[in-house]
């Protein structure tokens, strides 16, 4: 699953390895096995020259000793801030790649360290306008405008524990905020005024069962920090086809929509629009859309939707914002 949601989001940025003397591949394996169930073009491939015995001691040790690289944890830390992924088995494998790292622990280790005494998460069944018991969201507590600083959960050490007041988001990993769930607090007493909704991974072939538990999620976490004094920004960023379950719980009169933009699929971005603004019954909507470069950024001012930058490239001066 990591490899070809790989394979899909950047495509073949490596050639496999074939014997030219047997004709059997010495590395790629899987590659070449998704790439046959993809119908993709024809694999990009490199040849060597071995015997026999010279390529069962390849097959034997090529994948074991790459495997026994080990990992530098604070470099580790800094790249998976930069990794991006719509993925769910690459979101999947770059958590777990954080945990065995060791990088996930101590995080959750040091907000406990630092977390104030507060009274314990209700669990609570708010009202719900659908038969699926999805929270409804408070139309009055709603965003008005992006108030900053506006920064993603987990951009920086430390980043949970500071009082920002502005905005937090979520187009990060999964697992740097799953523990909202069960603990919605952590944003709350970083003295946030406003948040979007969390971005749980979803996609065209997660389950809808699976689908409609993520909505549930984020909406349950939104409307309880809307409980605690936060206004709302709606989360867009889902596959299309998943547009009935994306607005269970969001008023009709709720004009705040929030999406990650990407370069390569800007009609995704205006099909997020247009669905919003048919939920909505007019285009009279706040749409504000982040990251996607420049490309984004330009349609977002030809339309006269709101556009943020990402954090990595404001902090390499790539894009103004």
């Known amino acids: 699953d990591a490899l070809h949601g790989a394979l899909n989001e950047v495509g073949w940025v490596a050639p496999v390895i074939e014997n030219r003397r047997t004709g059997m591949l010495v590395d790629g394996h899987e590659r070449v096995w998704q790439a046959l169930q993809n119908g993709d073009a024809p694999v990009p491939f490199v040849e060597v020259d071995l015997d026999e015995a010279e390529e069962a001691y390849v097959l034997a040790t090529l994948d ?44 959750n280790d040091k907000e406990a360290e630092v977390r104030p005494e507060y009274e314990y998460v209700p669990d609570a069944l708010f009202p719900s306008d659908n038969a699926w018991d999805v929270p409804t969201l408070d139309p009055a507590r709603q965003a008005l405008a992006v108030e900053l600083p506006f920064e993603r959960w987990g951009s920086q050490k430390g980043g949970r524990k500071r009082h920002i007041g502005g905005t937090w988001h979520f187009y990060t990993e999964d697992y740097r905020f799953e523990a909202l769930w069960k603990d919605p607090m952590p944003l709350v007493i970083t003295g946030a005024t406003a948040a979007v909704e969390p971005n749980f991974t979803v996609s065209l072939d997660s389950p809808r069962a699976y689908v409609l538990w993520s909505v549930y999620r984020k909406r349950w976490i939104a409307r309880f920090w809307q409980l605690e004094g936060l206004r709302v920004w709606v989360d867009l960023n889902v596959p299309a086809e998943w547009a009935p379950y994306t607005f269970l719980g969001v008023p009709k009169e709720w004009r705040a929509y929030m999406t990650r933009g990407y370069s390569d699929r800007r009609e995704a971005t205006e099909n997020e629009w247009r669905t919003a603004c048919e939920h909505h019954g007019s285009d009279d909507i706040v749409f504000v859309v982040y990251g996607g470069g420049k490309a984004v950024k330009q349609m977002c001012a030809e339309r006269g939707w709101g556009w943020l930058p990402e954090e990595t490239d404001r902090q390499k001066g790539k894009v103004d914002g």
């Open 64 to 107: 074991p000793i790459g495997a026994m690289a080990a990992e530098n944890a604070l470099k580790l830390d800094d790249l998976l801030r930069e990794v991006q992924s719509g993925e769910a088995g690459v979101q999947a494998m770059l958590a777990d790649i954080a945990k065995d790292a060791g990088l996930y622990a101590e995080e």
